[in-house]
């Protein structure tokens, strides 16, 4: 599930820099005034990842967070034709790290006794989601494809991954029932 869905980030992440000089016309100088604008989104995801944790369930955070990282990559396909709203959307695509404290947490409640093992795989998968969205976005931009339609490859892959979670949790619950029975 990690490394599906958190490929969509990697495939828009890693292209972003071109996207906004190439597709958004932003000047170079401009770059890294941007940049930072996606950093505080995640700044913000972070805090409010764990405020809705606490409230509707790590599992309900996971399935939102993943729903929303997935409406802000289509989004960022559109917005990332004029620099104003292409900063805005670097800003949004940070909010979508507001999954990651939940899906670390689930990983620590299910291993157990073998926590350090699980967040070494975590971080394994993370750089498995670095590698694969970085070069299944080479893949759209050598078919032919402009740097935002990364975006579009971001926005399925995180669909993908949030298919994979529906079918994890699906399955968490339809053993819980059964074991309380």
């Not at 764990?50 to 729903?67: D, E, R, Y």
Request: glycine content about 10%.
């Amino acid at each position: 599930m990690v490394s599906i869905g958190a490929s969509g980030l990697f495939s828009v992440f890693t292209y972003i820099k071109s996207t906004l000089l190439y597709v958004s016309n932003v000047s170079l100088e401009w770059v890294p005034f941007i940049m930072p604008l996606m950093g505080l989104g995640m700044v913000v995801g972070n805090i409010l990842g764990p405020k809705f944790a606490v409230k509707i369930g790590s599992s309900a955070t996971i399935f939102f967070g993943m729903l929303w990282s997935t409406f802000i990559f289509f989004l960022f396909f559109l917005l990332s034709y004029t620099p104003l709203t292409a900063a805005l959307g670097c800003f949004l695509i940070g909010t979508s790290f507001a999954s990651m404290p939940s899906i670390q947490t689930k990983i620590m409640d299910i291993a157990g006794s073998a926590q350090m093992l699980a967040s070494a795989l975590m971080q394994s998968a993370f750089n498995i989601a670095n590698a694969l969205g970085a070069e299944l976005g080479a893949c759209v931009l050598k078919l032919g494809y402009s740097y935002e339609y990364t975006a579009i490859l971001g926005g399925i892959l995180t669909l993908c991954g949030l298919l994979i979670f529906c079918f994890l949790w699906y399955i968490e619950k339809y053993n819980q029932y059964f074991l309380s029975k």
